[in-house]
């Protein structure tokens, strides 16, 4: 089992920024994967990015050059910085975590961009 703890959503201006973090229970080397994932109202879960136990990242294209993904591995937490946040990047983002071959996710932070 893996606890998912999330923080750092809110509300923000167009334009502006926010940090997001997932803390895990157990040690981020022997999570596969770790990813961000956001819902919109009325609109499927979409991934954001991941990142691999390697260090790999994937972005989606809506977010490239806007998120970086990365990791804390003294504080077995992911981030997920965004800048230059649009109207459209409002929802409620999960933390996602591929471990054991199961697939766990956190309680989501709610994110509001104000245009």
């Known amino acids: 089992q893996v606890q998912l703890v999330e923080s750092g959503g809110g509300l923000v201006q167009a334009g502006g920024s926010l940090r997001l973090s997932c803390t895990t229970s157990?040690?981020?080397?022997?999570?596969?994967?770790m990813g961000w994932y956001r819902q919109a109202p009325g609109k499927q879960r979409e991934l954001v990015a991941e990142i691999t136990s390697g260090g790999i990242r994937n972005y989606a294209d809506f977010v490239k050059g806007r998120f970086t993904v990365s990791r804390d591995i003294v504080k077995n937490t992911m981030s997920l910085q965004m800048n230059s946040l649009k109207p459209e990047d409002t929802a409620v983002y999960y933390c996602?975590?591929?471990?054991?071959?199961?697939?766990?996710w956190g309680q989501g932070t709610q994110v509001t961009v104000s245009s």
């Open positions: 157990v040690s981020i080397f022997s999570i596969n994967v």
């Open positions: 996602d975590a591929l471990y054991m071959g199961y697939a766990y």
